[in-house]
Structure formats: structure tokens, C-alpha cells
């Protein structure tokens, strides 16, 4: 299914977990996130695709391609993503604010998006996002819906 977040919550993903992320790299990895610094999600996930095939167990790639997922509408392949991240790394905090964003942004899952909160928060007290994340579930705001005002924005 290709059911978005919402563009807000969207940003905030790439806002946060870009962020968090190590320092930028070369080939299509690098290639792929010069792209996704543009905002050409589409191009950076065909070079991130090449990465993939190269490093399938690349915390950096799954993370990436996952948040091309999301930009491009393709929760459910995203959420296997950040799934995957935390396969190779269990504690792995941008892919825990991942799945919760996409729990809540794309299925409304509250519990879901709570329990990978949780997780998040034991592992990473105050985690940039997270508590404005759980604001939003609690008024149980949408970001393409009702309490989209509440949602929380990009950093400048």
C-alpha cells in the first residue's frame, strides 16, 4: 500500500533521523544522499536501490531507502526497512522513531507507535522528536487529518 504520512510527519522523519545519522558517504550511498539533501527522493531512492544491492545489511542504506519509502508513499516497504535497521543494530534509535512515525502517521496505530516510543525513550532519553510525537497521540492529531496543528514541524 502507498498511504503517506502526511507531509509534516514526513518531515520531521527525514529531519530527525538525517540528522542523527553518521557523516555522508561515497559512491551510491553518497550519491543517494546528495540527492535526498535536494529533496529528489525519487532519484535518491534508485541510488540507494544500488546501494542495497551492494550492502543489504547497511544500517545506513536500510535507513535511507526506508525514509525514500516513506517520502514516495510506500509505508509498509519503509516500515520492513526500519525493521531490517534494527536487525542489524538493535539499538538504533532513528530507526525506532521511524517505525513510530510510521505506525501513527500511516495506520493510526497508537499502541504500535507508543510501544516503539517506549522502546526509543529506555533506550534514548529525550530523542529529538519523540516527545512532540507522543504530544501528537495524545491529542490524537493526524497530520493530513484532524489536530494537524499539533503536529510537530521541521527544525530550521
Not at 60 to 73: A, E, F
Request: hydrophobic letters at 40%; proline letters at 6%; a neutral charge.
Amino acid at each position: 500500500p502507498h498511504v503517506g504520512l502526511g507531509s509534516v510527519l514526513e518531515v520531521k522523519v527525514d529531519t530527525v533521523v538525517s540528522a542523527q545519522m553518521p557523516e555522508k558517504s561515497a559512491g551510491p550511498l553518497g550519491s543517494g544522499q546528495l540527492y535526498m539533501q535536494k529533496g529528489d527522493f525519487r532519484t535518491a531512492s534508485q541510488w540507494f536501490e544500488k546501494a542495497y544491492k551492494q550492502q543489504p545489511r547497511s544500517l545506513d542504506v536500510l535507513m535511507d531507502l526506508g525514509i525514500c519509502n516513506v517520502r514516495g508513499g510506500d509505508t509498509t516497504g519503509a516500515e520492513k526497512l526500519f525493521r531490517d535497521a534494527l536487525a542489524v543494530k538493535a539499538d538504533t534509535p532513528e530507526a525506532l522513531y521511524a517505525l513510530a512515525s510510521v505506525a501513527w502517521g500511516a495506520r493510526h496505530d497508537a499502541k504500535g507507535a507508543l510501544q516503539w516510543l517506549d522502546k526509543l525513550d529506555k533506550l534514548t532519553p529525550h530523542f529529538d522528536g519523540s516527545r512532540e510525537l507522543r504530544e501528537l497521540i495524545a491529542a490524537g492529531g493526524h497530520p493530513s487529518g484532524p489536530g494537524a496543528a499539533s503536529a510537530p514541524s521541521a527544525p530550521a
